[in-house]
């Protein structure tokens, strides 16, 4: 199969989707990937690694997008990308496509395979192409939050970890999946005090169990989350719903009930954030103060350590890449239900139910599709 990676071009976008060993592991069964020069230079994969390792270098995207039988990327396409897309070509990229009625319309009008990262399963029930950046971004969500409660970014002044004779910082959590779990963690370990919601009494038991009461596990209610919000210095919002977009948890109305110069940071923007107030950023501007609370919902977490990121994130993807590549993607997809729950468009269908729910769109199964 003749593989394509562009560059990213989202904002400060560093990721790559493919590593020098990714492109040497899919040569060494027989394809061919064609990569656009310097997609991986600003992270240390130079083009000669590439070149070393069996990829053609091509100068444009525009190239890869007219050459390539599948596209492998990073973040979702952007409007000049998906309107290089073409019937029956495969795109194999984190899409979101829930809150983003622009992307999906353009993903249908193109008639592509598009299967979406953060909706391929396992055997667990897990998500583990999105676990690695779920990983990065709950562990950036505490950097980010401890960096704006810095007084000179508009905080309210507070250290989390504090000091000895000072309180530290209130943190509080809400959703205890990956990301959840890893914010909290990174909070613990600076030395804050942590707190952390989810509706899951199994899971709160287990964090509890693994950490001896070191983090306060509550069942989340509103009520719950109003009573964390009063006291708390940052608040990470962590909630996943696979493929759908993320309920509303906080409302504006509920930000009066924080301390002024307090920080939400909201990992769930891919899908919508969590907040009612959450509006996506980048990391060349990634915070916005509403009623004298600072907002971070950079929608691209994990590209501000793009290095580790995209050497975690094609661990889990490569084989997935090398499966589609070896049997095509239809043969692929039937025989793999995991992956075939990650199929959300196809040839101008909507196959993943959440999606179609959300933007109205008919659903099709995904295997009902693959038969057509």
Do not use: W
Not at 11 to 33: D, I, M, S, W
Not at 179 to 195: F, H, I, T, W, Y
Not at 201 to 209: A, F, M, S, V, W
Not at 343 to 363: C, F, K, M, S, W
């Amino acid at each position: 199969m003749l593989i394509g990676v562009p560059k990213e071009i989202k904002n400060h976008e560093y990721r790559v989707g493919l590593t020098p060993a990714g492109v040497k592991e899919l040569a060494r069964h027989g394809h061919q990937v064609l990569l656009e020069t310097g997609a991986g230079t600003a992270i240390g994969f130079p083009d000669e690694q590439y070149a070393a390792a069996g990829a053609e270098l091509v100068a444009a995207a525009a190239d890869i997008f007219g050459r390539a039988e599948m596209i492998i990327k990073v973040k979702e396409p952007q409007p000049v990308e998906y309107r290089m897309l073409r019937h029956g070509q495969i795109l194999f990229t984190y899409l979101h496509l829930a809150p983003d009625p622009e992307q999906t319309r353009g993903l249908v009008d193109s008639g592509a395979i598009a299967i979406a990262y953060e909706t391929v399963t396992d055997d667990r029930g897990g998500l583990p192409l999105l676990a690695p950046m779920s990983e990065v971004a709950g562990r950036m969500s505490i950097q980010a939050a401890a960096r704006a409660l810095e007084k000179s970014q508009g905080g309210s002044g507070v250290l989390l970890g504090g000091v000895p004779g000072v309180a530290p910082g209130h943190v509080t959590v809400i959703g205890a999946g990956v990301v959840g779990l890893n914010a909290a963690r990174m909070a613990m370990g600076l030395g804050a005090e942590v707190a952390i919601l989810d509706r899951s009494l199994p899971r709160l038991k287990e964090i509890d169990n693994v950490f001896g009461g070191r983090i306060r596990t509550l069942y989340s209610t509103q009520d719950a989350i109003e009573q964390e919000l009063r006291q708390a210095d940052a608040v990470i919002g962590a909630v996943l719903i696979p493929g759908a977009a993320a309920p509303k948890l906080v409302t504006r109305d509920m930000l009066g009930l924080m301390k002024p110069g307090s920080v939400l940071v909201d990992v769930a923007i891919d899908q919508g954030g969590c907040f009612e107030t959450s509006k996506p950023t980048t990391h060349q501007d990634p915070t916005y103060v509403v009623d004298g609370i600072t907002h971070y919902c950079v929608a691209n977490m994990p590209g501000g350590v793009a290095r580790t990121s995209t050497m975690a994130l094609t661990n889990a993807t490569l084989p997935f890449a090398v499966a589609l590549a070896d049997k095509g993607y239809r043969n692929a997809l039937q025989s793999d239900p995991h992956l075939r729950n990650g199929l959300n468009v196809y040839r101008g269908q909507i196959t993943y139910e959440a999606v179609a729910h959300d933007l109205g769109y008919p659903y099709l199964p995904a295997l009902e599709a693959l038969r057509e």
